[in-house]
């Protein structure tokens, strides 16, 4: 073999290993854990940690940087996973993981002074989200909240948002001047928020708790800006200390949250999971269901879907709990896949109770405690009816105590969805330059998939399986004279997949459905 085709060959693996990496769609792929507190126990070698992320594994990495997380936490990354930005609620750190450049002095009140103190940061959580901004890719958009002292209780009074430009500071970022806490909502809040791409690929949804009524307000975030705030009655009470986890399902199709049901007083506590459709076009909620669940554990607040979004999972003190929503009668699937084995953490000696739920870009959905400890669970498989779930209590080890909260991401991956009758506005076209001819045989399939195609002349070409999260199931390089691939996907769940094949900068996508089997 001659140096020159040595040359070539290197080029192209490692244009496809790049390739890779750009079509892992790594905006979710980190989370950051930690406050400061001393270090007495002999298990725990640093303050923090950063857990890194991909489609398929999850790496603890001990870490010091500043700034500190008891519940608040939103943050970004790159398509290649390397993270962005992150904020607390507090302030905005850049990639150094230090200020950005005029990020400091968020939600600005009396509220944020008390928490704001380099140890815990803002307690609530979903209250901070980083959004990339529609139609420009130099711009992210933060929408955050805090409490509020006074009248309001520690409920919150404003959902704020804040620019950052990536074009500022050599490319770390920076917030403009006056694009910093600008009020998109003012009243009595909680301090909680859920996000959904809009069914034209391109806006977003932004769906906040008006406090002790029916009451939600729905944000339309397009490339104007904030063009609208609607609000919506659900028809069922809300409340600031009734309230948990809330979210949308990766598919955009349904909403839920979690709510304890104190009004009996005492314990028992009814939990009630509230499940509606979601239209994805107008951003209206339907079809109400309530799913309850008696517990003698008060508390307990979680709340996740599966990746697959056929599953809901939701957590007391002491149990884990997954609901089928693809079913008529949800609260018949009601199944507990989980009880507290009431390990302790060494110091201090706290329970590793059960509290938030977060899906991560590797398809587990993470447990974090209600008590700061130094071990995560998680669901191992939770596209998996019943105990197949595999809920494993306290199985990722950390160098460091966290407490509560985990980062929220909403699904930065969902395309278009026109059966509404939305037009797609997605920035990113169905393919580029060259026409692949793709065509997926059979579709659906309950068996193996042909998948036939045409690559540029005399190009090596890269084939990959996603789910709707854009988890990647299955990948192979593609030879230049090959036409046809004929894959065995008996491994995959029914449900709805994503076939990309790439060659140089072009590429396509094309959706196909896996059968139940």
Not at 279 to 297: E, K, T
Not at 364 to 371: D, E, F, L, Q, V
Not at 405 to 415: D, E, F, R
Request: charged residues 10%; aromatic residues 12%; glycine residues 6%.
């Amino acid at each position: 073999m001659t140096t020159f085709k040595v040359l070539i060959q290197v080029i192209i693996i490692f244009y496809l290993s790049c390739n890779v990496k750009a079509l892992a769609q790594g905006f979710n792929h980190n989370w950051l854990l930690g406050y400061d507190i001393a270090l007495v126990d002999t298990n725990v070698i640093s303050t923090k940690a950063i857990i890194e992320f991909t489609n398929v594994s999850a790496t603890v990495i001990p870490s010091s940087f500043k700034m500190p997380f008891m519940a608040a936490q939103g943050n970004i990354s790159d398509s290649n996973g390397n993270l962005l930005m992150v904020s607390n609620g507090c302030w905005i750190a850049d990639a150094t993981l230090d200020t950005m450049q005029n990020g400091s002095n968020l939600n600005p009140n009396s509220f944020t002074d008390n928490w704001c103190d380099n140890i815990t940061g803002i307690p609530y959580f979903h209250s901070n989200i980083f959004l990339p901004f529609p139609g420009d890719s130099t711009k992210y958009i933060l929408f955050h909240m805090t409490g509020n002292h006074g009248v309001n209780n520690f409920k919150s009074s404003e959902v704020y948002y804040t620019i950052v430009d990536m074009t500022l500071n050599g490319g770390l970022g920076g917030v403009p001047q006056g694009q910093k806490n600008i009020v998109v909502t003012a009243d009595t809040l909680l301090p909680l928020m859920a996000v959904c791409r809009h069914a034209n690929g391109r806006d977003w949804w932004i769906v906040n708790f008006e406090d002790n009524t029916s009451n939600i307000y729905t944000t339309l975030l397009t490339p104007s800006g904030v063009t609208s705030v609607t609000s919506q009655t659900l028809n069922v009470p809300i409340h600031f200390y009734n309230m948990g986890q809330a979210n949308f399902s990766p598919d955009g199709t349904k909403f839920a949250y979690h709510y304890r049901d104190f009004a009996t007083g005492g314990l028992p506590v009814t939990h009630q999971m509230r499940l509606f459709d979601f239209d994805r076009c107008s951003g209206l909620m339907s079809n109400a269901q309530m799913i309850l669940h008696v517990d003698s554990a008060y508390s307990g607040n979680g709340l996740a879907f599966s990746s697959n979004s056929k599953y809901l999972y939701f957590t007391t003190f002491t149990k884990v709990f997954q609901l089928n929503t693809d079913t008529l009668d949800v609260q018949a699937s009601l199944t507990q896949v989980a009880e507290i084995d009431t390990f302790y953490s060494p110091y201090p000696p706290y329970l590793t109770n059960f509290w938030m739920l977060n899906l991560a870009a590797n398809g587990k959905i993470y447990i974090s405690s209600g008590n700061s400890v130094i071990d995560i669970g998680y669901i191992n498989q939770p596209d998996s009816s019943g105990l197949s779930c595999d809920v494993q209590q306290h199985a990722l080890h950390l160098p460091c105590f966290y407490f509560r909260g985990h980062v929220y991401h909403p699904n930065y991956y969902l395309g278009c969805d026109t059966t509404s009758g939305c037009q797609c506005l997605t920035s990113l076209p169905e393919s580029n330059n060259h026409d692949f001819k793709i065509s997926i045989m059979p579709n659906p399939s309950s068996g193996p998939l042909k998948i036939a195609y045409l690559l540029p002349q005399n190009q090596d070409g890269f084939l990959q399986i996603t789910d709707i999260v854009g988890r990647v199931l299955f990948s192979s390089t593609l030879s230049p004279w090959s036409t046809l691939q004929s894959i065995n996907l008996d491994f995959l769940a029914g449900g709805l997949y994503v076939c990309t094949i790439s060659s140089e900068q072009n590429y396509v996508s094309r959706k196909f459905v896996i059968s139940d089997k």
